[in-house]
């Protein structure tokens, strides 16, 4: 499907909703992949380390800061898409291990079919729980940890309490990094709990967004990176400051948090369903 008529576009249902392949126009091997309509993934099939979505981009810089260019690293990806970040790090790091636990079963085989992945790459894909399949896995298995995971435009609330980040740091080796995709919107309640959640188990950690969006003044993507040591601070601000969507890196979490208790399994919830409208003019 690289090759493709402008304006081509694939609609399937799969096990989360309906899945839209859209062409990009200004990128004859782009695609965005949309969920029920809310855009979830961009991948270039072509030049893997193309990355549209800000939030990604975030992400992706953190990546390249977690050890020297080029190092393998073991990752480990809960929440698949269309597998934009497992796609980049085979790219920036041949030879890293990667796995990725996604929940949809037809979404993975749609992406499988329509924007196949380089075989070279060592990247195994499980249909799976997050949760469930964590559980299993042996302790300091992982370099990284991305938690990007959406049952439709929200967080499954059993992937937001501390049991569950308990279960990250457990896989994670002692010098390991998650990094985790928070959705939150005005006066950012969940992402607050949420930083507090991933700090009472991983305590060295900040947070990367959009200034208006850590200002709380609109919906948006938190990146959280996390681990037991202090994270390249000086390095990502300047790359996420110097980025195509200028961003900023917060680390005064205990005032970011502050009146904000970690969420356990007995009280988590989902995270907030975006406004009405915020992808419309996307899609």
């Not at 499907?1 to 782009?30: C, F, I, N, Y």
């Not at 329509?114 to 070279?120: H, M, N």
């Not at 006066?187 to 200034?211: E, G, H, K, N, S």
Request: hydrophobic residues 45%; proline residues 9%; neutral net charge.
């Amino acid at each position: 499907m690289a090759q493709r008529r402008r304006g081509e576009r694939r609609v399937e249902t799969v096990g989360s909703g309906v899945a839209e392949l859209v062409g990009d126009p200004d990128r004859a091997s782009g695609w965005t992949l949309l969920l029920d309509g809310a855009p979830q993934s961009h991948v270039d099939l072509a030049d893997p380390t193309h990355l549209e979505f800000e939030y990604i981009r975030r992400m992706a810089a953190a990546i390249d800061l977690i050890a020297p260019p080029g190092t393998p690293l073991r990752v480990l990806h809960l929440g698949g898409g269309a597998l934009t970040l497992p796609r980049y790090v085979a790219a920036t790091r041949p030879g890293s291990p990667q796995r990725v636990v996604e929940i949809d079963g037809p979404l993975v085989e749609l992406v499988r079919e329509a924007l196949p992945w380089d075989a070279k790459a060592k990247l195994r894909v499980r249909v799976g729980d997050a949760r469930e399949a964590i559980t299993g896995m042996r302790d300091a298995g992982y370099d990284l940890v991305v938690v990007d995971v959406f049952a439709g435009t929200r967080t499954p609330a059993h992937l937001a309490s501390v049991e569950f980040i308990r279960e990250v740091a457990r896989v994670l080796a002692p010098d390991g990094r998650l990094i985790a995709n928070v959705a939150d919107g005005p006066p950012l309640r969940y992402a607050r709990t949420q930083v507090a959640t991933i700090r009472a188990v991983l305590p060295q950690a900040c947070l990367i967004a959009d200034a208006a969006v850590l200002r709380g003044r609109r919906f948006g993507n938190l990146v959280v990176l996390a681990g037991r040591t202090p994270p390249p601070v000086p390095e990502l601000s300047r790359r996420v400051a110097g980025d195509w969507f200028p961003g900023r890196v917060e680390t005064d979490l205990d005032r970011f948090a502050a009146g904000h208790a970690a969420a356990t399994d007995i009280d988590a919830v989902p995270s907030p369903a975006p406004p009405e409208g915020l992808f419309s003019s996307r899609s």
